[in-house]
């Protein structure tokens, strides 16, 4: 939140390195509340443009209200830019039917940022983004996070039928697909996939340290030192230290040109999406190989690395996953329009 409505007014850049820290030591804790800052981030951003649109977001937080995130969803790989769920115009705003998963935070949220399709004209379709308060009548969260890892985010589904949103709790009206890219979604992929980013490298940061004083610790019968000086042991510590020396400058480079207002243009979806993409990859062959040094105590319940393992695994089904980031930064170099028909072929 700026400094001018009371906040202490940080940046992407900022927060995304206190993400990591967070991650470092609690990854769910972590991803739960980013779901919280990147709402508030995005407006911030949108309110320091001179757009005072979502400032009542910025006020809300202030009074100790909890954001956050509904947007995934069955059917559609692309998020953001479509939808499956049915945003219908109603006076005096928008009524909502729909299927949203990974809610984070569901127990405690108290406003739900989601986002719905508007087709009641079929050749100019609008995604409308909106703030369900919790009080609303017309949803039902259903219990269903049981999962692999980042069990403690509650990321329970959201079921939508007919919740109605006034208008003072619409966020944006744009056009569907990339077509509708402003500030506010754009920010969304920034705020986002930055701060994702940086809570997984966070937990390969730990899974690193750990890994190093392990082997400092283990011994064979074959060695008259510790493991730590094993050939093998030696290569696998260095392709987790180089990953981790890679990830970390192109995390910190996005997240501060964002923060100084660098204009990228249209190359802010290859910085954004291909950060994300390497950091969670990275990650996920960082704290992988933890498992090969370390041995089989790694897979027991009572090991941090057991937890970490699931934990870090998440990062890969992030938007984008392999599939959309490849697709996204491929069409915006080759000067492809990602809303041109046929998609593929």
């Given at each position: ?71 995934a969803e069955q059917g559609t790989d692309i998020p953001l830019l479509t939808s499956t769920t049915v945003a219908e115009r109603v006076e005096g705003g928008y009524r909502f039917t729909g299927h949203k998963f990974f809610g984070s935070m569901s127990p405690v949220w108290t406003y739900l940022g989601l986002h ?230």
């Amino acid at each position: 939140v700026p400094k001018e409505l009371g906040g202490l007014g940080m940046n992407l850049a900022q927060v995304a390195a206190c993400q990591r820290r967070i991650s470092y030591y609690a990854p769910a804790t972590a991803l739960g509340v980013n779901m919280h800052f990147y709402w508030t981030g995005v407006a911030a951003d949108v309110w320091r443009s001179g757009d005072k649109s979502v400032e009542w977001i910025l006020a809300e937080t202030m009074n100790d209200h909890v954001f956050a995130a509904g947007h995934a969803e069955q059917g559609t790989d692309i998020p953001l830019l479509t939808s499956t769920t049915v945003a219908e115009r109603v006076e005096g705003g928008y009524r909502f039917t729909g299927h949203k998963f990974f809610g984070s935070m569901s127990p405690v949220w108290t406003y739900l940022g989601l986002h719905g399709m508007d087709n009641s004209d079929p050749e100019a379709p609008k995604i409308i983004h909106a703030f369900m308060p919790r009080g609303t009548e017309g949803y039902e969260i259903k219990e269903v996070w049981d999962t692999l890892g980042m069990r403690a985010t509650q990321s329970q589904d959201t079921i939508l039928d007919g919740a109605f949103v006034p208008d003072r709790y619409i966020g944006r009206v744009v056009p569907a697909g990339a077509a509708g890219i402003d500030l506010f979604t754009l920010g969304i992929f920034a705020w986002a996939l930055t701060t994702f980013s940086n809570v997984y490298y966070g937990i390969a940061q730990r899974v690193l340290e750990m890994t190093i004083e392990a082997v400092k610790g283990k011994y064979s019968i074959a060695l008259t030192r510790s493991m730590a000086h094993h050939p093998e042991v030696q290569h696998a510590i260095a392709e987790m230290v180089m990953e981790m020396e890679a990830i970390a400058p192109q995390l910190d480079k996005v997240a501060e040109d964002w923060s100084n207002g660098v204009d990228h243009g249209h190359a802010w979806v290859i910085k954004i999406v291909g950060a994300k993409y390497r950091a969670v990859e990275g990650a996920w062959k960082v704290v992988d190989a933890a498992l090969d040094v370390t041995g089989g105590f790694g897979i027991f319940k009572k090991s941090p690395i057991e937890r970490l393992w699931r934990d870090a695994r998440l990062g890969k089904i992030h938007p984008g996953n392999y599939a959309l980031s490849h697709e996204f930064v491929a069409k915006v170099a080759l000067g492809i329009d990602p809303d041109e028909p046929p998609r593929w072929g």
